[in-house]
């Protein structure tokens, strides 16, 4: 069984410039997650959806970061403009309903901001 | 929130067992999570306590007590491969999910 696919595995882009991340879960997986990860810290939670429906964004920088699970299978975010400090890795991870609420995490994405 | 604390470093010898604490506070409780992660790669499960106890898994073991709020990790026979950053995680009632800030454990020869 393939795993959570995450791509690209690394961006750099300057400031201020747009960038996106796609995320495709485990197959039958309906929870996914978005989580950034600083470096020598634990993975913060972004986004998460049920199916297509996004039920905690709250800690989401709503001004300049957008996802999107339209037919509730694939996932992007966006990051628009992008700043100095959005510099991190940016996992995806998804969740089977029921059974043990184990998540798997992608292998990320590790974005670098000039 | 959540609060989710957990030591920065450790170092152990090979071969020997190590204990990585974790305690937290949360409201609705469902469960809490270990994973580990190496240097960039991606988190890893490890193990999963909901209910008190200690639930064994070959070399690795995770305690639970929920009136306390706390849990650790157990490591035995300690190899080089496990030197890597261990993450305790919270869920709660709402699926909601934190980690803390994660443990780096270093094995030394």
């Known amino acids: 069984e393939a795993g959570v696919v995450q791509s690209p595995r690394y961006k750099i882009i300057e400031k201020k410039q747009p960038v996106a991340f796609w995320c495709n879960p485990i197959?039958?997986?309906?929870?996914l997650y978005w989580y950034r990860q600083n470096l020598g810290q634990g993975p913060e939670l972004l986004i998460r959806?049920?199916?297509?429906?996004?039920?905690?964004d709250s800690q989401l920088p709503k001004d300049r970061f957008s996802a999107e699970r339209l037919k509730g299978v694939d996932s992007t975010l966006k990051i628009q403009p992008a700043e100095l400090g959005d510099s991190a890795v940016y996992l995806c991870a998804s969740r089977a309903r029921g059974g043990s609420n184990e998540q798997f995490f992608g292998p990320g994405t590790r974005l670098t901001v000039l | 929130g959540q609060n989710i604390d957990q030591p920065t470093e450790m170092t152990a010898t090979e071969g020997a067992i190590v204990q990585i604490n974790c305690t937290y506070q949360?409201?609705?409780?469902?469960?809490l999570f270990w994973y580990q992660q190496h240097a960039g790669e991606a988190p890893t499960f490890l193990s999963y306590n909901v209910l008190d106890g200690l639930e064994e898994k070959g070399r690795f073991s995770s305690f639970l007590s929920r009136s306390k709020g706390y849990s650790y990790l157990l490591l035995k026979e300690l190899q080089m491969k496990d030197s890597a950053s261990y993450l305790c995680a919270v869920s709660n009632t709402g699926n909601q999910f934190y980690f803390g800030t994660g443990t780096s454990l270093t094995v030394i020869p």
């Open positions: 959806y049920e199916n297509e429906e996004a039920v905690d």
């Open positions: 197959s039958g997986h309906n929870t």
């Open positions: 949360t409201s609705g409780f469902n469960g």
